[in-house]
């Protein structure tokens, strides 16, 4: 029997980058094969002294009154907890001098159902006909926003400038020359530090795009899924930010708590509210277990303790490491550059006039049991699709064991230079 799917159904229902890489990576890891190299995934790693503590608040709230039942037996309200979205406002008013309070803060089922619900309330078709987009400033940028529209392509983005940093590091920045805010723009977003390529947004760049986003009467929305204060998984300076008519957000997954699906959301009341009205239409309540076990360490202010203690210097450690077997592996024969680590958990590479698109590439590496992220998914939005650079690119992770990781890169150095060695070989 065949079903005929409303234009919503085949938007969600029919595919998507996102999701046929997602199905791919799932598909190999169910292989149970010994020699893959799952290098693709946003998996963040287990990281001991945290897989303690979450071991220690769950035995906690086995021995607190009513902890059990506040988990998993009741219905939040739509918004999040009373209790934790009053910690979340105290803890930055107390740490950052923020003037919010448990109004400008929502809970979500994760940071990826907090951006779904975001962009669909301010972007798409409006009351009055028209259709408003979601501002990119800078792109490459994380592949999971670009089909969460209901009503088609949300997105119109702004392909970078590009600084060589290093022989062979380099480094993106929004390019303010290209950035205009036309009247069909409803927010701008940005996520710092950025999926894919672990670029920090400066705090000169953040201030720019605030004031250009208040300017226009429009909200700058910042993704702060690996950010500082919390996860942290931050290398470079930068602060913190948020104003009246910022919406910021933050998720528990980074911490090591994916499995909860706890997105938080600060912003304005309005904003808030509306949130909390999707999610009572979408689910009643989002998960409880996530607010429950980090609660305490919210309160205590532990949360930015653990973050910046214990977590990122574990990737900060992990990514030096891999930025070195990167070195090893590709040396100087052939023309390679890294996106200067500035936090995340990955490493994005750009092979310069690569006779083989990234596409080729990631199924050449698949045949090798070795799983990267092809980068043309990342670059939506723009309208230059003769760009070479979006086919030169590949986002690695390097949240796996070390020995993982180097050999996986090993194996991505053999089939570069492969296709560069086969293309030598075509034009004899």
Not at 130 to 155: C, D, H, M, W
Not at 271 to 287: C, F, K, T, V
Not at 295 to 315: A, H, M, W
Request: glycine share 10%; hydrophobic share 40%; net charge negative.
């Amino acid at each position: 029997m065949s079903y005929e799917f409303s234009k919503f159904g085949q938007h969600l229902g029919s595919g998507s980058g996102i999701g046929d890489l997602m199905d791919d990576l799932g598909h190999a890891l169910a292989s149970g094969s010994p020699t893959l190299k799952m290098l693709g995934g946003g998996q963040p790693a287990h990281i001991p002294a945290i897989t303690a503590v979450w071991r220690r608040r769950l035995e906690e709230l086995l021995e607190e009154p009513g902890g059990l039942e506040r988990a998993l037996t009741i219905y939040d309200p739509p918004r999040g907890n009373p209790v934790f979205l009053q910690a979340i406002a105290t803890l930055f008013c107390q740490n950052f001098g923020w003037d919010l309070g448990p109004e400008n803060i929502a809970v979500t089922s994760g940071g990826q159902t907090a951006f779904y619900f975001l962009f669909n309330l301010l972007a798409g078709e409006m009351a009055d006909g028209s259709n408003r987009k979601i501002l990119l400033p800078l792109v490459p940028e994380y592949i999971g926003y670009a089909n969460q529209g209901t009503n088609g392509n949300l997105f119109r983005a702004i392909p970078p400038l590009i600084e060589k940093t290093a022989p062979h590091e380099f480094k993106y920045h929004v390019d303010f020359d290209q950035l205009e805010v036309t009247p069909d723009i409803a927010a701008i977003c940005a996520s710092r530090p950025t999926n894919p390529t672990g670029n920090v947004l400066t705090d000169e760049e953040v201030a720019r795009l605030s004031a250009i986003a208040k300017q226009n009467g429009i909200p700058f929305i910042i993704d702060n899924a690996y950010g500082v204060p919390f996860p942290g998984i931050q290398f470079a300076d930068a602060t913190p930010y948020w104003d009246t008519h910022v919406i910021l957000t933050l998720s528990l997954s980074k911490l090591g708590l994916p499995g909860t699906r706890t997105g938080i959301v600060i912003g304005p009341p309005e904003i808030i509210r509306a949130l909390g009205s999707m999610s009572a239409i979408a689910g009643l309540s989002n998960p409880n277990i996530g607010q429950q076990i980090t609660l305490p360490l919210i309160q205590s202010g532990e949360i930015l303790r653990l973050s910046r203690d214990v977590i990122r210097p574990f990737y900060q450690d992990k990514c030096k490491l891999a930025r070195q077997a990167a070195m090893d592996a590709f040396g100087d024969d052939v023309e390679w550059f890294m996106h200067r680590s500035e936090g995340a958990l990955f490493l994005w590479f750009w092979f310069p006039g690569l006779p083989i698109t990234s596409q080729e590439l990631y199924e050449r590496l698949k045949k090798r049991e070795v799983l990267v992220i092809p980068g043309q998914h990342f670059f939506y939005g723009h309208s230059d699709a003769a760009w070479q650079h979006q086919h030169e690119c590949i986002r690695v992770s390097y949240a796996m064991d070390e020995s993982i990781v180097r050999s996986g890169l090993a194996i991505i150095a053999e089939e570069v230079r492969r296709a560069w060695s086969q293309d030598r070989a075509n034009q004899v």
